[in-house]
């Protein structure tokens, strides 16, 4: 009689064991799978933001330069919302307003490669995947 009830109080002690480690187990791993899944997303995000801005950058020139700066505006402010580093909005600022500048003084573009070039070195170097 003795041994059946320390073997039924052995049983009930492994399975409680049993259940809470597997729930410890599985909010733990929950929470590092997300933690993957978030940075996973985040990386194809900026990949595909930056990869956007870049051929809209590639892709500006004289003709319908409006509607390419408002392209240009509105990936970069995915880009602002997406990741955190005041250089790099810094940096989209400054490249936004000197395509303005170039636009409104009615320069030739050329002076527009050079800063296209800066922008988008400075981009390869930020994108960190």
């Not at 409680?16 to 929950?30: M, N």
């Not at 000197?98 to 070195?121: P, Y």
């Amino acid at each position: 009689m003795l041994n059946l009830t320390l073997f039924t109080s052995l049983a009930k002690s492994a399975l409680v064991g049993a259940v809470a480690s597997k729930v410890v187990d599985t909010l733990i791993f929950t929470k590092i799978n997300n933690k993957i899944e978030q940075n996973r997303w985040l990386r194809n995000t900026k990949l595909e933001l930056f990869s956007k801005l870049t051929e809209d950058i590639l892709s500006l020139e004289s003709s319908n330069i409006d509607r390419q700066i408002r392209e240009i505006n509105k990936t970069s402010a995915k880009i602002i919302l997406l990741v955190k580093d005041k250089k790099l909005t810094d940096k989209l600022e400054h490249y936004l307003n000197s395509i303005v500048k170039i636009k409104t003084s009615e320069k030739s573009l050329q002076g527009l490669a050079f800063i296209n070039k800066d922008m988008i070195v400075y981009l390869q170097r930020n994108i960190r995947l």
